[in-house]
């Protein structure tokens, strides 16, 4: 069983860059389709990335199309989410995510796993 854990999250200002990641256990890491969710006060959780097992299969939300960038490196275990030109409406607890049947668990907004999430505060 794999289990997830963000980190990287902080207190930005908006333009400012920031990069997440979300460290995997277990040695089967690359057959788990890895996202991004993230969950604004007073908001639901929102998809946001996803990346596929090798990493050759990427999809991003919308609204963080042209500003945030998912990979992953699977010899450390490890999925990143790249986030650039942060605005204030960028402010949640962004979540990690895992699952074992591909991309479209995640995409579907129903993955096996999740992680705790870590919080990003982009000020004005």
């Known amino acids: 069983q794999v289990q997830l854990e963000e980190s990287g999250g902080g207190l930005v200002q908006a333009g400012d860059s920031l990069r997440l990641s979300c460290a995997a256990s277990g040695r089967t890491f690359s057959n788990y389709a890895m996202g991004w969710f993230r969950q604004a006060p007073t908001k639901e959780r929102e998809f946001v990335a996803v990346?596929?097992?090798?990493?050759?299969?990427?999809y991003n939300a919308g609204s963080v199309k042209g500003r945030f960038t998912i990979s992953r490196d699977n010899a450390k275990n490890t999925v990143y989410l790249q986030m650039n030109s942060l605005k204030p409406e960028d402010t949640a607890i962004y979540y990690c995510a895992a699952d074992p049947r591909g991309t479209w668990g995640v995409l579907r907004g129903e993955p096996s796993l999740w992680g705790k999430g870590t919080l990003v505060t982009v000020s004005s």
């Open positions: 990346i596929g097992g090798t990493g050759g299969t990427t």
